[in-house]
């Protein structure tokens, strides 16, 4: 059973930075599909960004520029790097890893679906005020 456990969510101002972190276990004995993705009050959850297996990303254009997602493989983290915080990235984030494409990500990023990973954090709360 792969397990994921987020951290680094808080409160910050408009402009302030925030990162996440997310430990998979399992990491690096399966090769992975893994995204964060964000919910806000009262809508649905959405991904924000994803990586493969060598590295590739991709990002939803509202936070292309600000955010980063990276992982360190011998740490068995994913993180995302989240700059230039805005009132609306306000939400739970979750990260997510799925190894259905040995490790590559398939599909656009916009219309994934939560039924598209297989494996789930518990969320980490980000606020961000004005």
């Known amino acids: 059973q792969v397990q994921l456990v987020e951290s680094g969510g808080g409160s910050v101002q408009t402009g302030g930075s925030l990162k996440l972190s997310c430990v998979v276990s399992?990491?690096?004995?399966?090769?992975?599909?893994l995204a964060w993705f964000r919910q806000a009050p009262g809508k649905e959850r959405q991904a924000v960004a994803s990586?493969?297996?060598?590295?590739?990303?991709t990002y939803r254009d509202s936070v292309k520029g600000r955010f980063t997602i990276m992982k360190d493989n011998a740490k068995s983290t994913l993180y995302l790097q989240m700059d230039a915080l805005k009132p609306e990235d306000t939400g739970t984030y979750y990260c997510?890893?799925?190894?259905?494409?040995?490790?590559?990500?398939?599909?656009?990023?916009?219309?994934?679906?939560?039924?598209?990973?297989?494996?789930w954090g518990q969320g980490t709360q980000v606020t961000v005020s004005s």
């Open positions: 997510a890893a799925d190894d259905g494409g040995i490790g590559y990500c398939f599909g656009a990023l916009d219309l994934w679906e939560d039924s598209d990973f297989a494996h």
């Open positions: 399992s990491f690096n004995s399966k090769k992975y599909c």
């Open positions: 990586i493969d297996v060598d590295g590739g990303t």
